[in-house]
């Protein structure tokens, strides 16, 4: 088959990209979407205006995208064949904390997760430790050769792990503005992120917005302050969907 070349003029991400599977995933179920496929990559060039955008893709195929949290529907059209929420919670904040996951294969929930539970923590600590229990995951389910997507309700999480992590390694994890916090739980998040950054993406949610997987997690982080549990255990029963949406809310 011929190698073709996909200019997305309008979608979760702009640019010239490689693959039909990249251009899918920006495209599927984004509202206005405007894209096209070209033979080489001198004509996509020449239609989208420019070979930058290209390059910056290729290189970084995984940074997170600047445009508007995906909406329900946009993520259930993503082409993921597993796909993890992670959520987390303090109660108060800084205060007691704990971390919720809820795991989709082909858009069914099949696993739900709380724990890590911390008697003295804040927000970011459980959404830290949420989003790098989801990469650890992540690596498991591609290495049995599926494709996986992390969904997270925390842009400081996606942030640090995605994008200030590297300029922090490079410079010996310190930054001029004061303290990194939170770096016993970055370093190895950002390690394991690294060795799959070619092949998950991490996107952005908004939290309390009705996305099922998001509120799923928000409610297992909450029965992980509950229970007061520090390892990650799986809940029991996942059928019931309306009755864990109906428990306390983080």
């Known amino acids: 088959m011929a190698k073709k070349y996909y200019v997305v003029w309008k979608g979760r991400q702009t640019g010239i990209f490689d693959t039909w599977s990249k251009c899918q995933a920006l495209v599927d179920g984004f509202a206005g979407a405007k894209f096209k496929s070209f033979p080489s990559l ?10 930058a955008d290209f390059k910056a893709n290729t290189s970084k195929p995984n940074k997170t995208s600047k445009s508007s949290p995906l909406s329900q529907s946009q993520i259930d059209s993503l082409p993921y064949d597993i796909k993890i929420f992670t959520d987390g919670a303090c109660d108060p904040n800084p205060g007691e904390a704990g971390t919720g996951i809820a795991i989709y294969q082909n858009n069914i929930l099949t696993e739900l997760w709380y724990g890590f539970y ?35 309700d925390s842009k400081y999480s996606i942030d640090c792990i995605t994008e ?25 998040a950002f390690e394991i992120y690294q060795e799959i950054a070619s092949k998950v993406k991490v996107h952005h949610v908004n939290g309390h917005v009705g996305i099922e997987g998001n509120e799923l997690a928000d409610r297992m982080s909450i029965i992980a302050i509950e229970t007061q549990n520090e390892n990650l255990k799986q809940f029991e029963d996942t059928d019931d969907i309306a009755s864990i949406l109906a428990l306390r809310a983080g």
């Open 42 to 51: 001198a004509e996509a060039e020449a239609a989208f205006g420019g070979k």
């Open 118 to 152: 911390q008697p003295v923590g804040t927000n970011n600590t459980a959404e830290l430790r949420g989003l790098n229990q989801a990469l650890h995951l992540a690596q498991s389910w591609l290495e049995k050769g599926q494709s996986v997507g992390i969904f997270c």
């Open 164 to 188: 200030w992590a590297r300029g922090w390694q490079k410079k010996g994890w310190v930054k001029s503005g004061g303290e990194i916090k939170n770096l016993d739980i970055i370093k190895p």
